[in-house]
Every structure is written in C-alpha cells, then in structure tokens.
C-alpha cells in the first residue's frame, strides 16, 4: 500500500540556519513525490516536484529511491519560510495524489 | 496559474441537513477533481476521485451514501454531505489537475460546522 511518512509534526529553526523537512515513502512502483506548501490563512500550493529537479525559494529535494526518502533542504532558513508542509505521493498506475502528515515549520528570527 | 474556488468558504448547518459544497476550476477544464477532508491540525484524507461524466471512485472507509459527488461539467464538481452529524464537522478541499504540467491547483476549502 501507498503511504508517506514525515516524522517530524513541528520543526522549528533559527533564521540563516539550514533546514530539513523529512519524507519517506512506500510504494511498490516509481511514484511520483511532491512537496506543497500552505502559508498561514493560505491554500495549499505545490512547492515542488521530483521530476523537475528544480530549487524553488531555496528549497530544493532530492528522490533517493534507495532509502525510500524526498527530504526538502534549504541551507539558510528564512522567516517566510514559517509554514506547513505535506510530502505527497503520485502512483504511475493511479491519478491520486495521497498526503504525508505535515510538518510546521517555524524559524525564529 | 489555474484557480479552483470553493463555494461556500464556511457553511454552519443543523444536525440531520444536507450541505452542498461546490468546487470549480476558473479558467481551465478539469475531468477530474478530487475532494478531501482535513482534520484540525491534521493532514488532507483523501475521500473520493470525482469524474466528470461518470460515478465518483470513493477511497476505502468513506461512505458513498453519505458523502455524494457529482461532476456534471468539466468546470464544477459539487460534494453533498447528506444528512449531516456534528461527526462530519470538518474543512473540505477540492483540487484539480491543470496547467501545463498537470499540477493540482487547490481550492480554499469549506469548512464545515454541524450543531
């Protein structure tokens, strides 16, 4: 069965200090792996996505199919930073996006 | 970017009422949407795949009866939670798939209250 794990409900750095937001997964194929974003009062966006190997505000995640994990980095966190974030899986044989628990994050100033 | 609204934002209901929760993509045609549900510091639950045209696939758990979908149009899918309990007091979200990379573009959700 699908299922994506982020092990850590609250995470909270100091500002300019590096981030980690961690994200295993299980599935049996080669998913597709997300991060997506919600600021305060705000509506979830998609943050990034594997498959574009792309770094969006600093954020960049690297799939390491070996260890099963999607770990969203960032080497100097910033207060705008301050969110809630879902690491979400995508099946190649089904359309459905399926959500981690969701880490807050807080970096202090 | 595509827009998918919700409507309405907040709906307070008796208990034993039927609430209809509309979703629609903006500026682009989505044959599917789907709608989840979200916990208070909790994460989205996934409950059932809307298809325009056709019947909603439900996730394992969530009543059909309960909670009925339907996708009339390629812009608007509409969830009805029948016969509503305070036990169904929750936010709502809707997606869709759009844009050129086929992301999933959310609504602002609804949420739900149930006296």
């Known amino acids: 069965a699908q299922r994506v794990t982020q092990p850590e409900k609250l995470l909270s750095v100091f500002k300019g200090a590096p981030v980690e937001l961690k994200c295993n997964y299980s599935?049996?194929?080669?998913?597709?792996l997300f991060w997506y974003v919600q600021y305060s009062r705000q509506r979830l966006q998609l943050l990034l996505r594997?498959?574009s190997r792309e770094s969006i505000k600093g954020f960049t995640a690297d799939l390491n199919k070996g260890e099963t994990s999607f770990h969203l980095k960032k080497p100097f966190a910033q207060e705008e930073d301050s969110a809630m974030y879902y690491c979400a899986l995508k099946g190649t044989s089904y359309d459905k996006v399926i959500f981690g628990p969701g880490t807050s994050l807080s970096v202090i100033p | 970017g595509a827009v998918v609204s919700q409507h309405p934002s907040r709906v307070i209901c008796k208990s034993g009422t039927s609430v209809k929760i509309e979703c629609r993509s903006l500026?682009?045609?989505?044959?599917?949407m789907f709608w989840y549900r979200q916990f208070p510091k909790q994460s989205l639950m996934l409950m059932a795949t809307?298809?325009?045209?056709?019947?909603?696939?439900?996730e394992q758990g969530v009543e059909k009866d309960k909670f009925l979908i339907n996708h009339a149009s390629l812009t608007l899918s509409t969830l009805t939670v029948t016969s509503a309990h305070p036990e169904d007091s929750s936010f709502y979200i809707c997606?869709?798939?759009?844009?050129?990379?086929?992301?999933?573009?959310f609504g602002e959700g609804s949420r739900l209250t149930v006296l």
């Open positions: 997606s869709a798939r759009g844009g050129s990379m086929g992301e999933l573009f």
């Open positions: 599935y049996s194929g080669s998913p597709e």
């Open positions: 809307s298809n325009e045209g056709s019947k909603a696939t439900y």
């Open positions: 500026d682009f045609q989505a044959t599917t």
């Open positions: 594997h498959i």
